[in-house]
């Protein structure tokens, strides 16, 4: 690892589905890029996604690259929940989806969740006893399971950095790449 390529060697998996938000897929996808890693698309099925814009207005396609059920959560380092509304959203009712999710906080990985994206950390029960942010809306459900609620425009935790929207991904892309590299050296979930 060097500091020109701080996540080489470095494999992180990008969970999402239709629905999900453009900016909160690409910005994040290419800081990792940017800084050595390498990025699949894992979502519920093998055919393209479709991505949004202010979760209303059709955005962009991209090719899938595994499906969850075929996603090995071994071959990873790290995870990205992008949000959107929907896509979280959908995602948390996959059975498949939520599991795959699980798994990384079960091994101790590295995680990165914005705007509706911890959606699905509430879903698999690992938000009790953490503080996070997400977008507004999500303090609710946070609290409901839990976690701790914070308005911040990036939050570290025990390995989980969360953001609240798009507004925050200059700093949700830099702290999930710092995150992301200490993981990769240590082997696992850091302390925030």
């Known amino acids: 690892m060097s500091a020109e390529a701080p996540l080489a060697g470095t494999t992180v998996a990008f969970l999402a589905t239709d629905g999900v938000e453009e900016v909160e897929y690409l910005q994040p996808r290419a800081a990792v890029e940017r800084a050595g890693g390498l990025v699949e698309l894992v979502s519920t099925r ?16 991209y090719e899938v690259d595994r499906t969850v059920d075929q996603a090995d959560p071994d ?8 949000g959107g509304t929907v ?22 990985k590295p995680v990165a969740a914005i705007c509706h994206g911890p959606w699905s950390l509430v879903q698999t029960d690992v938000v009790r006893g953490r503080t996070l942010t997400s977008y507004p809306s999500l303090r609710a459900d946070v609290t409901n399971a839990g976690g701790t609620w914070v308005d911040e425009p990036v939050h570290v935790e025990s390995g989980l950095v969360t953001s609240r929207s798009p507004a925050d991904l200059p700093a949700f892309c830099a702290k999930l790449v710092e995150l992301f590299a200490q993981g990769r050296e240590s082997g696992g979930m850091l302390p925030g």
């Open 46 to 61: 093998m055919e393209p996604i479709r991505s949004v814009n202010g979760d209303l207005t059709p955005a962009g396609s």
């Open 75 to 82: 071959g990873y380092d790290a995870l990205v929940l992008p």
């Open 87 to 108: 896509n979280p959203d959908r995602l948390r009712m996959d059975a498949d989806a939520m599991r795959f999710v699980n798994s990384f906080f079960l091994d101790e």
